[in-house]
């Protein structure tokens, strides 16, 4: 007889499965992979998102346009953890994506993403998500600006 833990790790162990999906998705710029792994009434923000995202074609448009500027070659997960409310997990993870933008230039984004899933018939899927810029991310755009606007 299979054991509520034993369930949880199989849980824990198919979220983080999908979550890399999504990464690799980003990776290859693939859409329908994108379209797969988030549900119809997809909520949340991204990390360029203005408004609130109300559903994953939303979602999708948002994504693209930042995909039309930056190219993602790799991403590891720096810290996760899952915490499971029933058929509700919430997934807590730092990123650290690599990547060249449309000019050619490298870029290292190290971001902080809560993401929501829920168990389907068809198994976990994202249901939400709140993606932004770690803090040492934004300390250092800041610590920029202010070195650039002193003149030094």
């Known amino acids: 007889m299979e054991t509520n833990n034993e369930r949880r790790e199989e849980d824990r162990q198919q979220i983080l499965a999908h979550l890399d999906s999504i990464f690799k ?91 929501i899933y829920t168990k389907t018939a068809a198994g976990w899927n994202l249901c939400a998500s709140s993606v932004s810029l770690h803090p040492d991310e934004i300390d250092q755009l800041l610590s920029a600006a202010v070195t650039a606007s002193s003149g030094s």
Request: include cysteine; aromatic fraction near 14%.
């Open 25 to 115: 998705a980003f990776v290859s710029r693939d859409p329908e992979v994108l379209k797969q792994t988030h549900m119809a009434d997809f909520k949340g923000f991204t990390v360029r998102s203005r408004t609130v995202i109300l559903d994953r074609e939303q979602y999708l448009q948002d994504i693209w346009r930042v995909l039309e500027n930056y190219r993602i070659h790799s991403y590891e997960f720096l810290e996760q953890d899952l915490t499971f409310w029933g058929d509700t997990a919430v997934a807590c993870y730092i990123a650290l994506v690599h990547g060249t933008s449309r000019h050619g230039r490298e870029f290292e984004n190290k971001m902080r993403i809560m993401d």
